[in-house]
């Protein structure tokens, strides 16, 4: 029985046919009599937003039964056009779309979750040689309707396999290569890490690094040792994995407490303030924001019964306006004050599994923001991470201070 | 228990999203409480195409599975879109792909022939009073791989449901109003015939209409009414159906044996010269056509045992250099004399069932042709239709000149 390796190819290394054919060529020199090789590909491209576009030309609100065999197309594309190409270079293989290969999820459209995977169509294929090229994003529920996996869904569908066929590991190729000690756009002298722990890569997924938190914290799960690096070139990357100290030095002194410092933009903070208080006040707040699918941020509210309060809750952006209608609503249900809104907030966070060891990180985190004139708009933290809410206008000169401050450099 | 009717709409007639609106609000239009809808939809525009074309950039001759499981998604795109648009105005709607729709299919990728339907899918979705709206020219066969149906085959899926559906019929709507007496951009003045039976649309379909001739075999076979319109306007179309006298005038002593002049061109001609003929000729020459994948159109061989013979055939033009080099080869194997080569050939026939009755239709035609000074390079006829291969710049005289001997005007 030889090895298997999962690879996983994302819609930037598979924008043409050029590049199409590049990345066969890759997963051909990855393929042996020893090891055998399962990759998922992502739509080419743009392909996804270019489909939604289509729908939403036609329905502003489509149903999501209908989008999701409509995005599902664009995977079939790029799985079938990858095995056309591994064959006209000579090597066996097979595409299977996602209920072709057996991923059985839930039927809540635009966002299924994996409930199982039935491994024997892939064992098939790859008991009789072919490489195998499966259709990421995408799976089928009971009823036989096609499901999507929502952001980050590819990953998510490399990863469970990975699991599911008990492989050596899971290798994510991207158009980075591989996870920083922070944006190497705003500090251009950020270092690759070799090695970094699930945990401090679920922090910086959910803060700014390209993996989404699902893909990770299933990994986790089951153990699967996770690989990123760049489809352009051979540069080593990084793995993620639990024995992080297995493939350290023995000696480890002076081994870093923070691992990185992760960045992301696009937030509004919304706060509705003096609100009277009373028992289920936030839900009042939140449920209309669900009802209306906006995703909620970051929320600080910090209530003392019978008094007023600020309510205070960041969005994406992208929800500006949606966030803004149901609060004006609620201005009025709730007799609050009135709404501020602060528009091009980006998060700036710390992290590192060491963190939880030693105490001193968010004052020196605090006390660098400040010496750089640079306010803080919310704090929010976890066991191994610190997060402030900043200017996006800060943000370049904020993780350069952080990055030089925790010695990361 | 309401009536069905199936409808099919090409893809001139679903080429943007402004046109599946359109499509969407005529199908919205033709369904009540009494009529259920089923709607099979071609891919949009060109989609066929370009996909063919992403694959043979990276493939050659790319691998027929793969190839049917990546142009199945052209139809997933516009039966989903159509289903969103029928949404939007208020139409209750869902989209099938082949497989969900229950198109069984045998594994002949690329040409796949339909071995059964299992309608419970559709009627699940009619008796809850959607409309349902199918992804045509696709199916799945027994070992869960998808097909295609190759050429006319989403006219061949509407047809196949309209029959397992026992459907009231099976309405085709195109870029063109109907079937008319002869191509109207050849003869301006050719008439849109109102009714015509399915062997005249027959011999028609395998020479110059626009649909395929199985469509309307099976058709045939299921006595499925089809009735051929424009998708762009509300003028009369087309009915081709078994009972042509039940709704013709009951005194009909004029009644026309010819219905209509038929045109095709884009066809070569071959000649194998002086052939030392033999027992198994003929196969020895078209078994290593067949083999790569050139579709002989019309043979003419006048063999004589003992002695030569000159072996005469057409193909489709894009086929001529495959050809040429399969002659090449035979020329010497098979120790004849040369290989003649005509290019620029179409096909003129004569179509009607009145022919079989009576006599001097084909000196009508050729008499007429020579009038014309029009050469006949071969000729080949059925029961109901003379067919001469002319050269192409002669079909529109030829046309015209038939259409007025034969009293079609």
Redesign the interface.
Known sequence: MSKIIVQKYGGSSLHD?RA??AV?ERISASHSDEISIVAVVSAMGSTTDE?TN??S????T??R???D??L??GE??SC??T???L??IGKPS??L?GW?AGIYTDNRYGRAQIKDIDISPIMNELNVGNIVIIAGFQGIEDG???TTLGRGGSDTTAVAIAAALNAERCEIYTDVEGIYSADPRLVPYAKKLNHISYEEMLEMASYGAKMHPRSIELAMTYNVPIYVASSFNYNEGTLIHTDLFSKMPPINEHRKKVTSIATTHGYTKFTLTQVPNRAGLASQIFEPLSEKDISVDEISMNAERGNTTDLTFTVDSVDRDKTNDVLEQLKTTLDAGGVIISDNLAKISVIGTGMREESGYAALMFTTLASKGINIDLITTSEIRITCLIDAADLEAGAKSLHEAFELD
Do not use: G
């Open positions: 046919t199409i054919l066969a489909l289509l729908a030309q036609l329905n502003k489509p149903d039964r209908e989008l065999l409509l599902s197309t079939l594309v079938t056009l095995t056309m190409a064959q006209a097979k595409s779309s072709q036989s309707d096609i």
